[in-house]
């Protein structure tokens, strides 16, 4: 990508730069050639060239980096989190229920915001297709381990531990499938999830045991003794579970039609594999192969 747009020039380039200055004295030529006409700038390279796939667009209107959630542990020098989990995106087709459940939330609870990207979820509100693209078209995550500090000697133990034990992984369907409330464990934020409780739940309780193994040989605090698997959309300052809860629960009774099937399934997604964050370095742990 930098080769891309320095192509298309930067800040500076050698036409801007001072020429040499011309050798003056008796050596100097009577008649020096003229100089070549400038080329032709290249045109503007198109916007799609220079933005992922994946890109967002401009958001700096919607008030990112505002708030910010805060680590449960202070950084260190020479310390790096470590993150296990399976990725999650939200397929298109629950995408527009679910903005509208968030849409009803919001109007209720205020000062939620968009997980990881932390842009208030009330300037998203009045735009339904950037609410969808936006707050649930990222990848969410399901943890498999807590989000804990490791020195740099650790990581390729810990990488290799975990590759060991969760390379071989059969396909297998997760149902997301109950609205949750979570408050993370000094209360400072509370999270608007999705909980998963049927399908899935058997496979991914025994990967979390097998990332607790690991965990447990570097001397690391392993997962809650009844993990929850879940995605969270949106949190908000502080413990307002109490608030949230009534909220939902009152959103969901609204929507009588739809009581059933939310009961039994929100969405689902296939398994894809399990990935490992470490600092700013993502290792694919397995990955499932395509169908």
Same mark, same amino acid.
């Given at each position: 990508?930098?080769?891309?747009?320095?192509?298309?020039?930067?800040?500076?380039?050698?036409?801007?730069?001072?020429?040499?200055?011309?050798?003056?004295?008796?050596?100097?030529?009577?008649?020096?050639?003229?100089?070549?006409?400038?080329?032709?700038?290249?045109?503007?390279?198109?916007?799609?060239?220079?933005?992922?796939?994946?890109?967002?667009?401009?958001?700096?209107?919607?008030?990112?980096?505002?708030?910010?959630?805060?680590?449960?542990?202070?950084?260190?020098?020479?310390?790096?989190?470590?993150?296990?989990?399976?990725?999650?995106? #939200?397929?298109?087709?629950?995408?527009?229920?679910?903005?509208?459940?968030?849409?009803?939330?919001?109007?209720?609870?205020?000062?939620?915001?968009?997980?990881?990207?932390?842009?208030?979820?009330? *300037?998203?509100?009045?735009?339904?297709?950037?609410?969808?693209?936006?707050?649930?078209?990222?990848?969410?995550?399901?943890?498999?381990?807590?989000?804990?500090?490791?020195?740099?000697?650790?990581?390729?133990?810990?990488?290799?531990?975990?590759?060991?034990?969760?390379?071989?992984?059969?396909?297998?369907?997760?149902?997301? *499938?109950?609205?949750?409330?979570?408050?993370?464990?000094?209360?400072?934020?509370? +999270?608007?999830?999705?909980?998963?409780?049927?399908?899935?739940?058997?496979?991914?309780?025994?990967? #979390?045991?097998?990332?607790?193994?690991?965990?447990?040989?570097?001397?690391?605090?392993? +997962?809650?003794?009844?993990?929850?698997?879940?995605?969270?959309?949106?949190?908000? +300052?502080?413990?307002?579970?109490?608030?949230?809860?009534?909220?939902?629960?009152?959103?969901?009774?609204?929507?009588?039609?739809?009581?059933?099937?939310?009961?039994?399934?929100?969405?689902?997604?296939?398994?894809?594999?399990?990935?490992?964050?470490?600092?700013?370095?993502?290792?694919?742990?397995?990955?499932?192969?395509?169908?």
């Amino acid at each position: 990508m930098d080769a891309l747009r320095a192509s298309y020039g930067g800040s500076s380039s050698d036409s801007d730069s001072d020429p040499d200055p011309s050798p003056t004295g008796a050596d100097s030529p009577p008649n020096p050639a003229p100089s070549p006409p400038p080329a032709d700038p290249l045109p503007p390279p198109p916007l799609s060239l220079l933005n992922p796939p994946n890109h967002l667009g401009t958001l700096g209107h919607l008030q990112t980096g505002q708030p910010n959630r805060l680590r449960s542990f202070p950084h260190v020098e020479g310390n790096y989190a470590l993150h296990v989990y399976i990725p999650v995106f #939200i397929p298109q087709t629950a995408k527009t229920g679910l903005a509208h459940f968030l849409k009803k939330v919001s109007s209720y609870v205020p000062g939620l915001h968009v997980v990881d990207i932390d842009i208030p979820l009330d *300037t998203l509100c009045n735009d339904d297709l950037r609410l969808e693209n936006v707050a649930l078209g990222r990848e969410f995550h399901i943890s498999l381990g807590r989000t804990v500090p490791i020195r740099v000697h650790q990581i390729d133990s810990v990488v290799t531990m975990l590759r060991q034990k969760l390379q071989f992984q059969k396909r297998y369907w997760i149902d997301f *499938t109950k609205w949750e409330v979570f408050v993370n464990d000094d209360s400072t934020r509370t +999270f608007l999830s999705i909980e998963v409780t049927s399908g899935g739940l058997v496979e991914i309780t025994r990967e #979390i045991q097998a990332v607790n193994n690991v965990y447990r040989l570097h001397n690391l605090p392993e +997962f809650y003794k009844d993990p929850r698997p879940h995605i969270s959309l949106v949190w908000a +300052f502080g413990d307002v579970s109490d608030m949230l809860r009534r909220v939902v629960a009152e959103e969901i009774k609204k929507n009588t039609s739809a009581v059933a099937a939310l009961q039994k399934r929100i969405f689902t997604v296939k398994f894809s594999g399990i990935e490992c964050k470490i600092g700013n370095k993502t290792y694919r742990i397995c990955k499932m192969p395509e169908e």
